[in-house]
């Protein structure tokens, strides 16, 4: 079994940035991550409001920053998925997917959140057929294509104007009456030739042929009435369509572990965390969009993991004895 100070169990921005405070802190760190560095960090086209990035840099170029940061400090990296979390005493196990193990006294999750679903007919079957969840990776498919885009927050205006750039198409539909996105970000939408908006409308369903290779053609859409939470108001209308972008919201990535450790989780599943990060589970940190916050940034996520990592690096000199 692989030891270690500090194991942080996701590397995107608040992972990164744990692992280089960690790092600095003169602790072993092994970051943990399935896919590559950066996270959600990485669909970010252009990366224009972070402090101090400016001229701005695309998602991939900033995520990369940060992982050279960590690596420069003595961070160790395994790209590797975490299949389960547990503890005895003061020791944390990680179960690795490829079988093996390792061990420290303190955990940092920043496993962020995966998109969440409209769960309608023809999501499923028409997913990466013209359904997608990222403008960046799909968007330049669909050049001078006729776009719909379902979400009212910062995600969905964001993507939206991504989208505007390849379409003078983008049919921007929110059931809510208004945006719940930051107001410049939704400015920038409800200005934009290129976007149309509906609000108090939701999609339905999503059409397209079945047979192999057959792409999106069309979707389902219904007007809402706000006083009635969103309920179905009027006939159901049917409009061609190339694609659909959905960002209607996400989902915390806590189920390797939310029921070994027992840890307390708010209704949706997000981690409950102090302000120094920790978790009600001794030892187990919370940072970025894994945690209970009412902002979801890459500048907030990158302050959650240097908070988490320095309250870490306390726990780890108060189990040693410690004190300064």
């Known amino acids: ?14 992972g990164l940035t ?75 196990t990680v179960s690795l997917a490829s079988g093996q193990k390792l061990s420290s006294p303190a955990v940092i999750v920043a496993t962020g959140a995966t998109h969440r679903h409209l769960d309608i007919p023809g999501e ?6 013209g359904v997608s969840y990222c403008a960046t990776c799909d968007g330049p498919f669909f050049k001078d294509k006729k776009i719909f885009v379902a979400g009212g927050g910062d995600s969905a205006c964001v993507e939206a104007q991504y989208l505007s750039r390849l ?25 934009n030739p ?8 939701t999609i339905k369903e999503i ?13 389902v ?30 989902v ?5 572990f939310a029921d070994s450790l027992k840890i307390e989780l708010d209704k949706t599943g997000y981690i409950i965390a102090d302000s120094g990060m920790a978790s009600s589970v001794p030892g187990l940190f919370a940072a970025g969009d894994v945690r209970v916050s009412p902002f979801r940034q890459v500048v907030t996520a990158a302050g959650d993991g240097a908070i988490a990592a320095h309250y870490a690096s306390a726990y780890i000199d108060k189990l040693k004895g410690q004190t300064y």
């Not at 299949?83 to 020791?91: C, F, G, I, R, S």
């Not at 059409?207 to 979707?219: P, T, Y």
């Not at 159901?236 to 369509?241: G, I, K, M, P």
């Open 167 to 191: 379409t003078n198409e983008v049919i921007m539909v929110h059931r809510r009456e208004k945006f719940r996105a930051q107001k410049a970000l939704a400015d920038r939408v409800l200005q």
């Open 221 to 250: 859409l219904a007007e809402t009435c706000p006083e009635l939470d969103a309920k179905p108001a009027s006939p159901l209308t049917e409009e061609s369509a190339d694609a659909v972008f959905i960002f209607v919201g996400s």
């Open 124 to 129: 499923k079957e028409f997913s990466g057929r």
């Open 18 to 92: 744990a692992a280089q405070y960690g790092a600095r802190a003169n602790l072993s760190v092994v970051v943990l991550e399935q896919l590559a560095p950066g996270g959600q960090a990485l669909l970010i086209d252009v990366l224009e409001n972070y402090p101090g990035i400016a001229p701005e840099k695309t998602g991939f170029e900033f995520a990369q920053d940060l992982c050279n940061q960590a690596e420069s400090f003595g961070a160790k990296f395994l790209m590797e998925e975490v299949k389960t979390l547990d503890k005895e005493a003061d020791t944390f």
């Open 207 to 219: 059409k397209g042929s079945q047979e192999m290779g057959g792409k999106l053609s069309s979707v």
């Open 194 to 201: 290129n976007i149309k908006v509906r609000f108090n409308t």
């Open 1 to 14: 079994m692989t030891e270690a100070d500090l194991i942080i169990i996701g590397a995107g921005p608040a």
């Open 252 to 256: 915390p990535q806590t189920s390797f």
